[in-house]
């Protein structure tokens, strides 16, 4: 068994899907059907069992799910271990948003677990830049929020998250159990410095141009709120001073958090980084 079709089993076995699988492995679907298959001739017995609405796994892809993950992890080990022989044995991850998301909680144990003694940088960035510095060099891969820019870039969607508007306490809108976008547009929005990623200003703004004043980190898009009544968007699901409410947008498509690095960069580090946050943000 190569190690490349143990990664295909294992995204397909994760996903239930192949074409997720095929998406997450940034290859198309007949390839990898093909894979499979001739993995499971060469195990000599069905891995999966195919319906319309996607796979489950059989009894003994049940068994070969647990041998795979164990194979990959002792092999990522070893790329590691070599690459900290060479003196590369660090990687720096860049954090946007809400350190206390449980997600990153479950990924930074995980990952420490998996690499002890690798020299892990944290650089946590504010609003304007949602690649967290990785254009820049500054980071090696970044957990962040989708959509923006994502030109020579690759991406792993981790989580889907809805996305309400924050309101303050006594807005009569604050009353409400959902509000569409278009009662909104008479409000001043949160904007972003002058240079900003376009695509990610346009999500944050509701998909058109808004008027308002300029933030940088979530603290001044909050206070934008409490002290002007500025609109401003969060996913659902974080906590906020009693003075704000949030109420959940009826049309405003969910915001997705993602890993993102480098197109082509071959860091094993970041591999085993993409494979075990992928795993942290499903349980």
């Not at 290859?27 to 001739?41: C, D, F, G, N, V």
């Not at 609109?231 to 704000?244: K, N």
Request: proline share 7%; net charge negative.
């Amino acid at each position: 068994m190569e190690l490349r079709t143990l990664r295909y089993f294992v995204a397909v076995a994760e996903e239930l899907h192949f074409g997720r699988a095929a998406t997450r492995l940034h290859m198309s679907q007949p390839p990898l059907s093909r894979a499979i298959k001739q993995l499971e001739a060469d195990v000599g017995a069905l891995l999966f069992v195919r319906s319309p609405a996607g796979v489950t796994l059989t009894p003994v892809g049940t068994v070969l799910l647990d041998e795979a993950r164990a194979l990959l992890d002792h092999a990522d080990r070893v790329r590691v271990r070599v690459s900290a022989a060479a003196g590369v044995a660090t990687i720096t991850i860049g954090i946007l948003g809400d350190g206390t998301d449980p997600g990153v909680a479950r990924l930074a144990a995980d990952f420490s677990r998996h690499h002890p003694g690798i020299d892990i940088r944290v650089r946590d960035t504010d609003l304007t830049d949602p690649t967290c510095g990785l254009r820049a060099g500054l980071v090696d891969v970044a957990l962040t929020r989708a959509p923006f820019d994502v030109t020579a870039l690759t991406v792993r969607a981790l989580r889907t998250d809805p996305v309400g508007v924050v309101l303050r306490a006594d807005d009569p809108l604050a009353r409400r159990d959902g509000l569409p976008l278009a009662e909104l547009s008479e409000r001043h929005w949160f904007q972003f410095p002058q240079g900003t990623d376009p695509v990610w200003q346009s999500y944050w703004n509701g998909g058109r141009p808004r008027e308002g004043p300029v933030v940088r980190t979530v603290q001044e898009c909050l206070q934008a709120v409490l002290w002007n009544g500025t609109v401003g968007l969060a996913p659902l699901g974080h906590d906020l001073p009693a003075e704000l409410a949030v109420v959940p947008l009826t049309d405003m498509p969910p915001s997705r958090v993602v890993a993102v690095w480098n197109e082509g960069d071959t860091n094993p580090l970041i591999r085993s980084f993409i494979e075990i946050a992928t795993s942290a943000y499903r349980r």
